[in-house]
């Protein structure tokens, strides 16, 4: 089976030292590459030498809403700059997006709606963090009129606000959390969506699936997402595997044939 991790922080500390080997021992296990989304300004030159140090790694450029605060206005323009440039390896703009948990919602909205305009300006997917915000999130690209492609990463919540968001033509990113038995209204919300709006990723080092200690996530762990995703759904990974790496090749604008093997 072949997959992708769409939203993998491999450029943090965590993987310092063992890249190549976590690269090669994911691959053995189908895992044909990754996606490192940008969070702030000050990380972008390290995520971009990251992803260009390797054929199996792209990446995104976004300022996340944890870090609104040590931005500003020019950051915003940079970041198109950036993006206009087409850098060869760059599928998207973000991580960006709101959290109810971390900071304010009023603080985080402009800076996530102003990227939101740089994403559809430039045609580019967007890749968003919410946290206890889908409702937010769903009303935010719907004044905007979005109609391009888009990960709501990481998804946590209700089926009503997972269909919302794919009316919009949203994909919705299936993380480690669903590997947890207590989380049951995710859980359910997976195994009732269509699968072709349903994206693999770790979020690594983060987003631990069960039995796994707290920031050690890696993109070796991805075929177990793929396989609690099967059992939720009542059927083998083999079945569902090639749609998943459709779609995430949909969202990034990929042709298959293009992959790493």
């Given at each position: ?10 450029d943090?500390?965590?993987f310092?030292?063992?890249r190549a ?12 590459g ?5 969070v702030?300004?000050p ?14 790694l792209?990446y995104c ?6 870090f ?12 198109e ?7 060869e ?7 960006c ?7 304010t919602?009023d ?7 102003r990227?939101v305009a ?6 580019l997917?967007?890749?968003v963090?919410s ?5 937010e999130?769903h009303?935010t690209l719907r004044?905007?009129n979005w109609?391009?492609?888009?990960l709501?990463?990481?998804?946590s919540?209700?089926y009503?606000?997972?269909a ?7 994909y919705?990113?299936i993380?480690?959390?669903i590997?947890?038995d207590?989380?049951?209204?995710t859980?359910?919300?997976v195994?009732?969506?269509p699968?072709?709006?349903l994206v693999?990723?770790?979020d690594a080092p ?12 890696s ?6 997402i793929?396989?609690?995703l099967a059992m939720?759904?009542?059927?083998d990974a083999?079945a569902?595997a090639?749609q ?5 090749c949909?969202?990034?604008g990929?042709?298959e044939?293009d992959?790493p093997?």
């Amino acid at each position: 089976m072949r997959m992708i991790d769409a939203h993998c922080h491999f450029d943090f500390p965590r993987f310092d030292g063992g890249r190549a080997k976590a690269l090669a021992d994911a691959r053995a296990l189908g895992v044909l590459g990754a996606v490192i989304p940008g969070v702030r300004r000050p990380d972008w030159s390290r995520v971009r030498q990251v992803a260009d140090a390797h054929r199996e790694l792209w990446y995104c450029l976004g300022i996340h809403p944890w870090f609104v605060g040590e931005h500003r206005d020019e950051d915003l323009q940079a970041l198109e700059d950036q993006l206009s440039a087409r850098p060869e390896r760059c599928v998207g703009l973000g991580e960006c997006g709101l959290d109810r948990l971390h900071g304010t919602l009023d603080q985080q909205q402009p800076w996530f709606e102003r990227q939101v305009a740089i994403a559809a300006r430039l045609n580019l997917p967007l890749i968003v963090h919410s946290v206890k915000a889908h409702d937010e999130v769903h009303a935010t690209l719907r004044r905007a009129n979005w109609s391009g492609r888009a990960l709501i990463h990481g998804f946590s919540g209700s089926y009503q606000q997972a269909a919302k968001l794919v009316d919009l033509g949203c994909y919705i990113g299936i993380g480690g959390v669903i590997t947890h038995d207590r989380a049951r209204k995710t859980r359910d919300t997976v195994a009732r969506l269509p699968v072709d709006c349903l994206v693999l990723e770790t979020d690594a080092p983060d987003m631990a699936p069960a039995g796994v200690e707290p920031g050690q996530n890696s993109p070796v762990y991805l075929p177990r997402i793929l396989d609690d995703l099967a059992m939720l759904r009542g059927v083998d990974a083999s079945a569902i595997a090639p749609q998943l790496l459709a779609n995430v090749c949909s969202l990034y604008g990929w042709s298959e044939d293009d992959l790493p093997e």
